[in-house]
């Protein structure tokens, strides 16, 4: 697995905020790291291709880590994490978040169309690579009493299913679930992480164009998908990612483990 460091030496002096981010090389997990650095926060980005835009909006020194790893094999990045955040200077950290963002689509179609190894990979990135990121997070940061917090990046597809994308469902069905789960658990620990899957709206993304461009004799939902393209309903990665972060800052955040951007305070 290939590390890209943008600054060298990680770690400022006075304690800063430090977030984990997977999928951060386009989209809305590049807009969230982007936003992350404008506020001055520190970001490891995780993500199959370092991103050279992302490294270009670091404004210090120390400020980004980018690592070059394939998430639908995540076994080895989970340890590579724990090891990480074990090595971190407990007393230059404000506060430890981390954003499973990354996610995998199948081709849209039936599932019994699909290929086994696209349905595989779309579970391990989507559901796997943030459950053993999750426990590697928890475990190597038990000892630390400043904030933390685990924001699962979900999709309303994980609350209503859709033919068509069976997979994908499954996997923020289950996102949603294993935030229930990991929510009950830190609540009863002392300084447990506040957890969160959240739903952060409809993106125009790669994701969306891809849905757009399906087979429509394989993908009933496709027009309503360019509809939604065509009527001008779909946030940019950077006004979804501004959403994100405004719930992500929320005082009462981690008060519901499963939950929209468009939840009312």
Known sequence: MAAIVCCEGMHAISPTAINIVTGASRGLGLAIARHLLARGEQVLSLQRTPNAQLASAAGRPGQLEQWACDLAAPADAAARLARWIAALPRAQIASLTLINNA????????????????????????????????????????????????????????????????????????????????????????????????????????????????????????DNFAQLKALGRLDSPEAAAAKVLAYLDRADFGRNAVADVRDPP
Do not use: W
């Open 103 to 222: 996610a995998g689509l199948a081709r849209p179609a039936p599932l019994g169309d699909v290929a086994a190894a696209d349905l595989a990979g779309a579970l391990r990135v989507g559901l796997e690579a943030p459950m053993l990121l999750s426990a590697a997070f928890l475990n190597a940061s038990t000892d630390l009493t400043v904030p933390r917090k685990l924001l699962n990046i979900s999709s309303g597809l994980g609350r209503r299913a859709m033919a068509g994308s069976a997979a994908y469902c499954a996997a923020k069905a289950g996102l949603d679930h294993l935030s229930r789960s990991i929510a009950l658990e830190e609540a009863a620990r002392p300084h447990g992480a506040k957890v969160v899957s959240l739903a952060p709206g409809v993106i125009d993304t790669d994701m969306q164009l891809q849905l757009r461009s399906a087979d429509p004799a394989a993908f009933a939902e496709r």
